[in-house]
């Protein structure tokens, strides 16, 4: 059974860091491009960034650039998200996802994890 | 950066009803167009992609179809088990990667 398994959310200052793990299980997770997608309390969903099976790309939406950072490590089968000078409306809870692609690039995210909350606040 | 505009914002039917939820692109996005399931505390699961397609294991009440800028969600025969929020989400060209604003469906 595929699974991914979020963990590191938590309360932080604003202008604290924060680092979220994403373990994946049941499928060959080298062979995937990843991504985080977050979604603030009672809001929409909102995609963070992705990044590409070898880490060689990596995509972020303009609010987070420049203070998130997306990495993962194959051997580990573990993905990760390190969020630095967190704000206030970056608290929501992040779900990290599996990009599956069909023919023409015509991709979506399937399986999610459960999310982690982050909570920024003082 | 795209635009997506889901109506109605939420929605109340009958058990049976027919159900119909739209989603407009702010540009054409040829056949990049998924659609997801969001149940109360529950993580979002992927419904139909690439406008048509329905997921593997998904009812086949779940319909999608549109083309261009504008794309629909249809659920034949509403089943209580389908309360939930419902959002659509398009990935063409360069990021970012935007979702509607979602529907609620709630049962009469």
């Known amino acids: 059974e595929m699974q991914l398994v979020e963990s590191g959310g938590g309360l932080v200052q604003p202008g604290g860091s924060l680092r979220l793990s994403c373990a994946a299980s049941g499928f060959t997770f080298s062979s995937h491009w990843m991504g985080w997608v977050r979604q603030a309390p009672r809001k929409g969903l909102e995609w963070v960034g992705s990044i590409r099976q070898d880490g060689g790309d990596i995509q972020y939406v303009d ?3 420049g203070r998130f950072t997306i990495s993962r490590d194959n051997a580990k089968n573990s993905l990760y998200l390190q969020m630095n000078s967190l704000r206030d409306e ?4 992040y779900y990290c996802a599996r990009v ?3 023919a023409a ?3 979506w995210f399937d399986p ?3 999310g982690a909350l982050v909570t920024v606040s003082s | 950066d795209i635009q997506m505009t889901q109506s109605p914002y939420s929605l109340s039917a ?3 009803d027919r159900v119909t939820i739209t989603c407009r692109s702010s540009q054409t996005i ?3 167009l998924n659609w997801y399931q969001q149940k109360p505390g529950q993580a979002p699961k992927v419904l139909i992609y690439g406008i048509s397609t329905l997921q593997s294991g998904v009812p086949s009440r779940f319909s999608g179809s549109g083309s261009g800028t504008d794309f629909t969600l249809t659920i034949s025969s509403l089943q209580p088990e389908d ?9 063409s060209g360069a990021p970012p990667y935007t979702f509607g604003q979602g529907t609620k469906l709630e049962i009469k």
């Open chain 1, 63 to 65: 609010s987070v650039k």
């Open chain 1, 90 to 93: 970056d608290t929501a809870v």
């Open chain 1, 100 to 102: 599956q692609v069909a």
């Open chain 1, 105 to 107: 690039n015509v991709w």
């Open chain 1, 112 to 114: 999610w994890g459960q």
């Open chain 2, 14 to 16: 009958a058990v049976g």
């Open chain 2, 30 to 32: 040829s056949n990049y």
């Open chain 2, 83 to 91: 309360v939930a929020t419902y959002f659509c989400q398009q990935n």
